[in-house]
């Protein structure tokens, strides 16, 4: 093993276990980002702001109530996938037969909405929990326990998930909307309930992911600009609505930026993802798995 | 109206303008209206490819360029704004035919260029703060205060020169906005966002019509970046560049009415005067109250009231034209992907 690891840069492997790990939570967002486009297709640009509504519901319900943290997560999912829900009832629904780009900006506009509610009713403070997990130390390697459940947890969601839309007869509805969403309504399939309830499962893993990421970072107003652009990228390279392609562009995006990382500051690492896109787009416009026409 | 009639008014409208500043001094306002002028302008160089449905999220990016390059000259190299801005100018404009030549090139439209478009201002932002020993990084950067000629530094500590400048840039806006109005592209545009494939079938050569809006657009956002910069004396990557800013241009577009010339003209004075009016009404308390607002109209405008505040009044004050522009109402509309 010793001599294994001596062929690496130890620093280098650790920069690339981190970029997996960043990965499964990067991944978790796309998932449900991913599910609402291939699905309703619209695309939730407010997505990261409802994870940071999630982030606030959190250190409200462990710091200020003094809740548990595993009877607080449920909770906070619950919770969030009820605002997908309203989100979709309120915002969305009217605006289906709209153009696209009208309902981009429509959710464009709920961000604004989510972004100042939290400034206004919460302040623009940095707010943490409190709870610092250890450090998993394996050789000359560091990893935070924070990262290692954030990885772990969101297999578990994803997988959860995976077996819903295959096993259940909503996922098998839900899976067959996004194929074709004229012809369900004639088979009997309520699509109206339909996409009520994938706004509320998109809304759920946005929770889930809420619940991950206050583990890492400080909550703030404008935290879900920190990681909402970059979720809309990973979806887009994967190809919008296109599961396995998001899961793999995650994976692609966080390497980037933790190796990026290594090497200069954390800016260039967005920014070589950012441009990593660009190029990406040109070269496969459809996504990473699209096949070529 | 007849044209005639138009004319005049229009010429009295503007000579009303012009005059103001030497009839009304009071500082406070004349600051507000030369902010709602520079805005005006940068929506106004948005909604031009706006209203043809390409909606970028990129223009952040371009104001950043403006604002941030003029700067960066003048205190790293001493050279003048007025070498700056043009610089400015043409670095904005070849970041977007970069960006922009492939993504017409290889027909990436819909919520794919809207993407791609927030990439490009992420990167800005995330370019300018990670060049922060240069540019301060997200603390902010000012250009260093002219010891010698004035005029050469393009700083001035009178609002009335100001007001005169930001007035005439904001006109050029406009007047480009109907030539492009009045000319052959608006229609090779229209018919572009109705159905690209289309298009080209009928002649019109859709990666050149779209580069040619892109960059006039880019261009002049990036000039309102520095003019915007040269007033305030005082830019951060937060005001000048990055989503947040793009996203404050397309609602205004909104809200105005991205169809019609004043427009965007009409959503920067109805976003700046609630955002002071809040701002003087709840003094600290409203950090965020105006963006709220912003956002509830944002989403109340697109489901009730898509063509904005002006457009909307203007079909209601000329029904027999409605006909003419019903294509308007789904003129934001654009070629889905694999459609």
Redo the contacts between chains.
Sequence with gaps: MQAFLDIFDIYLLEAVINGILLGGVLALLALGLNLIFGVIDV?WICYAELVMIGMYAMYFLVQYYGISYFIAAPLTILLVAILGALLHYL?IA??LA?????Q???T?????????????AFG?DFRNLGIRLPVLALGDMNFSYARLLSFLAALVGMVAVYLFMTRTFTGTAIRAISQDRQIMALMGVDTKRIYLITSAIGGGLAGLAACLLVLQYDVH?FVG?SFG?IT??IC?LGG?GNFIGGFIAAFVFAEIISLGGLFS?L??G??LA??F??VM??IR??GLLARRR | MTGRGRVVASGAGLAALVALPFVYRDPYHLHILVLILIWSFAYTSWSMMGRF?L?SLGHGGFMGIGAYVTALMWNHLGLSPWVGIPVSMVAAGALALI?GY??FR???T???F???T???S??VL??I??TRDYTGGSLGYTPNRASGNKLLALQFDDKTTWYLIALGVWLVGIVVWHLIDRGMSRYALEAISEDEDAAAAAGVNVTAEKLKITLISAVMTALAGAIYCQYQMFITPDTVS???VS?QM??AA?VGGLFVSLGPTVGAVITILLAETLRIGFGTNA??????V??????LF??FL?KGILGSLLDRLKPQRKVSRAHEQ?A???A???A
């Design positions: 695309t915002v009217p605006l709209a153009p696209p780009v009208n981009l900006l429509a464009g506009g709920v961000l604004f909405v989510l972004q100042s509610f939290a400034t206004v623009i107003p600009l652009p809309f990228l887009v919008l500051d800016e260039w967005y920014v950012f441009a896109f660009i787009m040109f416009p459809a | 449905g909606v960006v492939p993504c290889f027909r990436i819909g919520h794919y809207v993407l791609v927030l990439a490009l992420g990167i995330q370019v703060t990670a990055g989503i947040a996203l397309v609602f909104i950090v965020g109250w105006d963006n709220l912003y956002g509830v109209l944002l989403v697109i489901i898509p789904k934001v509309q654009i889905r992907p694999g």
